[in-house]
């Protein structure tokens, strides 16, 4: 019973005596305080840079993370900057080689909450939405490699459901007509919609692990799917990248890197363009 007891009466008498236990600080560092808009607040878009041609297609570019937010954070890597530099040099490219208008959902060290990455890319009309990421896998430092994710079949028909019932009387969906019908119909048209989306997000995904082969490094399994916000939007085809590791020092230098920027800019660009030119010349 005393060898319990011994522990709480150590801190009782450290307590009279007017002394404290040290306490480790790692990890404690690690505070995020976000300012959330207010509901209703009007969206702040960002620049649409290129051609003023609004038939041209549209790019919206996500760095994720950002101003308190670092991301996963490595040995003198932050996410938040590496990633920014990969959006940059993106869209750099994309301008260079002209035709294709772009925007970022951010372009320095803010922060951006994630309803409002989605709803740029929708209120601006995106033909496509490049969401870009940096993993973390803890202790293990030999991970390493890209993977790119688009929605989930069951996340297809949940968020469609969802978007339905907040969107409710919209006019047009992905030409799609929905205007004076009930409830029902609308859910089944939104669901078309998300399914057309779907594919057309998992098109692009294979493109990037083709025009990336001998100049990105992949993960073994590159393909993934999940339910993250950012892929939710029914009439956006888009793609969450997962650049590789900053857990690795050697990725993660390498992604900061300008040949490591470069690679990433030239394969993502070639993506965008095939990807592009193809939807177009669809029916």
Do not use: C
Not at 97 to 107: H, I, K, N, Q, S
Not at 166 to 178: F, I, K, S
Not at 203 to 225: C, D, N, S, Y
Request: charged residues 20%.
């Amino acid at each position: 019973m005393l060898l319990f007891a011994a522990p709480v009466l150590l801190l009782g008498l450290l307590y009279t005596w007017g002394l404290s236990i040290p306490v480790p600080v790692l990890g404690r560092g690690y505070v995020v305080t976000i300012d959330l808009p207010q509901a209703g607040q009007q969206l702040d878009l960002p620049e649409v840079l290129g051609p003023q041609d609004k038939t041209r297609p549209l790019v919206v570019i996500d760095a994720g993370h950002g101003g308190p937010d670092p991301g996963a954070v490595g040995p003198g890597f932050q996410e938040k900057r590496i990633v920014l530099g990969l959006a940059k040099a993106l869209r750099d490219t994309l301008l260079e080689e002209g035709g294709v208008r772009v925007a970022m959902t951010r372009d320095d060290d803010s922060f951006v909450v994630l309803p409002e990455r989605v709803a740029i890319a929708r209120e601006l009309g995106a033909d496509l939405f490049v969401s870009i990421h940096a993993d973390s896998a803890g202790e293990l430092a030999e991970v390493r490699g890209a993977s790119i994710y688009t929605l989930s079949d069951a996340a297809n028909s949940q968020a469609a459901a969802r978007f339905a019932r907040r969107e409710n009387g919209a006019d047009v969906l992905n030409g799609l007509d929905l205007s004076g019908q009930d409830e029902a119909v609308e859910t089944i048209l939104v669901e078309l919609s998300q399914r057309q989306t779907a594919a057309q997000s998992d098109e692009f995904a294979a493109l990037i692990v083709r025009e990336g082969e001998g100049r990105l490094t992949f993960h073994p399994q590159p393909r993934r799917k999940a339910a993250l916000a950012v892929l939710r939007a029914p009439d956006v085809p888009a793609i969450l990248y997962e650049a590789g590791f900053v857990s690795n020092p050697e990725e993660a230098k390498r992604l900061a890197s300008a040949q490591g920027r470069e690679n990433f800019a030239a394969t993502m660009a070639s993506a965008i363009r095939i990807f592009l030119a193809r939807n177009a010349a669809a029916p």
